[in-house]
């Protein structure tokens, strides 16, 4: 709980960064990604308290203006976002800490260049190579069989592993730069989407950024998938690829099932922020999945709380009931297709790994051994990992719904 700060108390607040936004200003701290929708006179009253006057001192000029707001109550309340560092002096417990940025040391003058428009524009003269050359050279398009270039199931788990985190270090590097080019820090990790192992950067910092600076972080990814894939493309007709052309191939296979992912709007991918932030919203996926968990509670039969879409507007609103319906048949559908197709394949893949380690002990075939084992472990390895980070990161998730649906009027943006 907040310290009461009693008049007349100093307020002290951490960095924070602000951007309008229609009648509100969003308002929040870039370096942990929390941040809210306020309106004018809330920053009016952040910035007077941060230009060093007190509470008493801002609250009389609330009631000379004739504006009824109990500042105290304010600040607490701000207080209570992790917003403020200390009251009257004191610090106030509980604050969020200050989380460092993946690769500090790495500055927006640093990678500026990479988004200036002839940047951009280089990058679309490579995408459009690519796609020309698929088109005139028939041995250079994409084909699962790319993927299969040997008969040792271990060989090929453990080279399009590394190719793939290869890829997404790129891809997940490039939204860090894009953010990073607008001054915005941002944090690389690893996680889960559904059932399946990611990494992430968050970029939570850019709710002070531009429109325009969010879309490009948003794309910056996919961005470069597309340049590497007609990068390796061009190379592989013009018999100049970098890396052996079979693994070139399985490259660009892989680079392009991952830009296909990232089309399933359902889930919280790159397409999904961009879709979110043409339709202009702010929690387009939490509320869709608060709304979708109050009408189940009300199918149940179990008294619901108010209405979770009752602070927004109707156009709003109306995008996240639709956006709830592609949430769910989504979801329903990735995860049949998970319990029918992908779970038996992990299974039959675990079982013929385990197979050919049992039979290479006994015959005495280190290759069979060594295959065995590599398939174990990269890809019982794998689910291990997912299993871990689900458990972890649901927790923070399930409170933050169960507050969200105890206090459906919140506005908080994270």
Do not use: C
């Not at 607008?182 to 059932?195: E, H, N």
């Not at 399933?264 to 999945?289: G, I, K, P, S």
């Not at 509670?297 to 709830?324: F, I, Q």
Request: no cysteine; glycine share 8%; hydrophobic share 50%.
């Amino acid at each position: 709980m907040a310290p009461s700060t009693g008049a007349p108390s100093s307020v002290e607040f951490f960095d924070l960064s602000a951007r309008a936004e229609g009648d509100d200003v969003i308002v929040g701290r870039s370096d942990t990604g929390d941040f809210v929708a306020l309106p004018t006179l809330g920053w009016d009253i952040i910035e007077a308290l941060r230009d060093g006057s007190s509470v008493h001192e801002v609250q009389d000029e609330m009631e000379d203006a004739g504006v009824e707001v109990d500042v105290e109550d304010f600040v607490a309340d701000l207080a209570g976002l992790g917003f403020v560092r200390t009251i009257g002096g004191d610090l106030v417990p509980g604050a969020p800490a200050y989380r460092s940025p993946s690769l500090p040391w790495l500055h927006a003058h640093h990678v500026r260049f990479l988004v200036a428009p002839v940047a951009l524009l280089l990058y679309a003269v490579a995408v459009v190579a690519g796609v020309v050359t698929l088109v005139v050279v028939p041995r250079t398009r994409p084909s699962f069989h790319d993927l299969l270039f040997t008969t040792s199931t271990s060989v090929v788990l453990l080279v399009t592993t590394l190719l793939f985190l290869v890829v997404v270090a790129l891809h997940e590097l490039s939204h860090l730069v894009s953010a990073r080019a607008s001054g915005v820090p941002a944090r690389i990790s690893m996680g889960t989407r559904l059932y399946s192992l990611v990494a992430q950067t968050d970029v939570s910092g850019l709710w002070a950024a531009s429109r325009r600076d969010r879309l490009r972080t948003y794309l910056a990814g996919m961005v470069t998938d597309l340049v590497l894939a007609s990068v390796l493309i061009v190379a592989r007709a013009l018999k100049l690829a970098p890396i052996p052309d079979a693994l070139a191939a399985a490259a660009v296979v892989l680079i392009l099932v991952g830009v296909a992912g990232q089309f399933q709007l359902f889930m919280r991918t790159d397409v999904y922020f961009v879709l979110a932030e043409l339709a202009r919203t702010r929690n387009l996926f939490e509320d869709a999945t608060v709304l979708t968990l109050h009408t189940l509670a009300r199918l149940l039969g179990h008294r619901g709380s108010d209405d979770p879409l009752a602070r927004l507007d109707d156009r709003e609103r109306r995008v996240v009931l639709r956006y709830a319906w592609v949430m769910v048949l989504g979801t329903a559908a990735a995860l049949s297709t998970f319990a029918v197709l992908l779970l038996p394949a992990i299974v039959l893949l675990l079982g013929q790994g385990l197979q050919r380690l049992r039979a290479g002990l006994e015959t005495g075939d280190v290759l069979l051994v060594t295959d065995g084992a590599l398939t174990l472990l990269i890809e019982g390895g794998t689910q291990v990992l997912v299993l871990v980070l689900m458990l972890r990161s649901r927790r923070g998730w399930v409170r933050d719904l169960r507050q969200r649906m105890a206090a459906p009027g919140e506005t908080e943006q994270t």
